[in-house]
Nanobody, 121 residues
Framework: QVQLVESGGGLVQVGGSLRLSCAAS????????MGWFRQAPGKEREFVAA???????YYATSVKGRFTISRDNTEHTVYLQMSSLKPEDTAVYYCAAGPAPHAGRGGYDYWGQGTQVTVSS
């Protein structure tokens, strides 16, 4: 069992930056792939980024070059550094844990409760 708690969301202006954190419980964190997804009002939850247990990274086209996913296995934490934020990045951001990095929601077994990111223009 893995419990995930996101933090770091908030209100930021266009062009600004935020760093999201996702703290995981459980001793097997280092063996999990981790993903970030987001869901805007009225839209489906969509893939943002993923990182494998050995730090291979994957990004959605919409965030490539602006967002960076990383992990600290000693701290059981995964991060999402977001830069050059746009209004369309406004959403609730969720982290997830699963056996392999995957762009589909079904590839993850555990989910956090989410953290709100609002980008104002």
């Amino acid at each position: 069992q893995v419990q995930l708690v996101e933090s770091g969301g908030g209100l930021v202006q266009v062009g600004g930056s935020l760093r999201l954190s996702c703290a995981a419980s459980g001793r097997t964190f280092s063996s999990y792939a981790m993903g970030w997804f987001r869901q805007a009002p009225g839209k489906e939850r969509e893939f943002v980024a993923a990182i494998s247990w050995n730090a291979n990274t994957y990004y959605a086209t919409s965030v490539k070059g602006r967002f960076t996913i990383s992990r600290d296995n000693t701290e059981h934490t995964v991060y999402l550094q977001m830069s050059s934020l746009k209004p369309e990045d406004t959403a609730v951001y969720y982290c997830a844990a699963g056996p392999a990095p995957h762009a589909g929601r079904g590839g993850y077994d555990y989910w956090g409760q989410g953290t709100q990111v609002t980008v104002s223009s």
